[in-house]
């Protein structure tokens, strides 16, 4: 009996069910604290001792006794799977108690024959992962000692979180499961549902290193676009379908910019990802959903011209019209403001490693200005202004806001009819936070003069606006 009892002792295991639990040296609430315990530590269970269960806490090295109600017992055979997968089935959906949903997986790959262990643990592993991650996030700046403690039970059983460093991009960082689960899903048989989370896990943005090298990215967004592009949609419901859409388009327009980055054709990537874009119906979205579908509008919005031919600008009314040269560098784009009569004539000169969408030049019709859309990253474009001084001419950059280079558009609407005034839509995503205007800017000295949240409140939107823009701006969606 004695013998009995010990193999059985050694087949259990002690998940800790709550947050703060004392480790202590001897079966009494008196006793020497030996530490502090979290959710989702897992103990081996060596004996009992009244109310106390005597533990050894293999993560710290160190032994002690934990109350019984505050851990839970389970052995870990095949005949205790189905009890184990059903307790994940709950904790997949408790927000808060993914550090003991990461256990459970822990415990069911222990206990489950091999054979037995197919998509959709690793499904419930990913999803528990991504929501501590987010959790990580959201407590970031405050210091949230209980989810820290979280993480790290999650990095006792395999589950990195790791930190991406956007100082590069003078933003900060950001806290993203490394995607092992959801490769686990995607090299197994599974169902379109688990493979479209799994897809979506592996291709967000903000998951990226910014420091990532120019052709090691390329390669990366190549990779996403095509592991989007082998889902299956026809078995997703309306909802899901729209998250891989606007996933896709996002990845489109990147892989958009970085194609006539290179001075390749970009019309085929621009035109998809504005396609799919539209194939999304705001109001068949979740609540949830609502905040990538603004960020990929953004993102869609800055390399909307990429669907455009890449022709030569018109001349404007005003005879002016630009052209670009190779630059000095490798990579660089010279752009020149020139006279449309006389070609040679060149009125204002700046070199880029943009993306200088000459499609979208724009000039007022008395010749003294003109807007140029310049697209120096994926998801952010910045607005030339050409501008005629009694000192002749000048060029200003003008980008969509003063933050962190992240997602943003700036664009021209067009100009007021005596010409001294541009109109133009800013869109930016920053920190999360959507912001979109409608903007009168006076060209003398580049103040914004009134803005709103609609083109309709600005009577200058009513007389001015471009045909043009109306056309090819995602601003009005």
Known sequence: MGAFTALVLAAQIAIVNSDQVALRAGPSAQAAQQAVLWQGDSLELRGRRNDYLQVWDHRRERGGFVRATQVRLHELTPASVDALLAVLHFLRDSPGSEAQGIAYVGA??????????????????????????????????????????????????????RTINRTTLGGGMTLCYDGDAHRQVLARRATSAQRTRAALGLTRHDCIDPALPALERRLHDRWRAELLDRLDLTELPEHERNRVRLRQAAVWSTLAQQSARRGDDATGWGQKALD??????????????????????????????????????????????????????????????????????????????????????????????????????????????????????????LPPGVDAP???????????????????????????????????????????????????????????????????????R
Request: glycine letters at 6%.
């Open 406 to 476: 992240d997602v943003g558009y700036l664009e021209a609407a067009g100009f007021s009819p005596d010409g001294t005034r541009l109109l133009a839509v800013r869109e930016t995503v920053v920190d999360g936070r959507h912001r979109r205007s409608f903007e009168v800017i006076k060209l003398s000295t580049l103040e914004v003069e009134r803005r709103a949240d609609s083109p309709d409140a600005l009577s200058a939107f009513a007389r001015g606006q471009s045909a043009q823009w109306k056309r090819v701006t995602v601003s009005l």
């Open 108 to 161: 069911y790959l222990k206990a489950a024959p091999a054979e037995q262990i197919d998509a959709e643990v690793f499904d419930i592993l990913g999803q528990l992962a991504e929501r501590l991650a987010r959790r990580a996030n959201a407590t970031r700046a405050r210091s949230d000692a209980t989810v820290t403690a979280h993480v790290e039970v999650a990095a006792a059983y395999g589950v990195t979180i």
């Open 276 to 397: 799919a874009f539209a194939l999304v119906r705001r109001a068949d979205l979740s609540e949830s959903d609502l905040p990538e579908y603004a960020e990929t509008a953004v993102r869609v919005g800055a390399s909307r011209w990429a669907a455009e031919a890449p022709l030569p600008a018109p001349p404007s009314r005003g005879g002016l019209t630009v052209n670009t040269r190779a630059g000095m560098q490798p990579g660089e784009t010279c752009v020149r403001l020139v006279d449309a009569k006389l070609q040679t004539k060149v009125l204002a000169e700046r070199c880029t490693f943009g993306v200088p969408w000459t499609a979208s030049f724009m000039a007022n019709a008395q010749g003294t200005a003109a807007a140029l859309a310049v697209q120096p990253l994926p998801a952010w474009r910045e607005l030339w202004l050409f501008a005629k001084t009694p000192q002749g001419w000048g060029i200003d950059v």
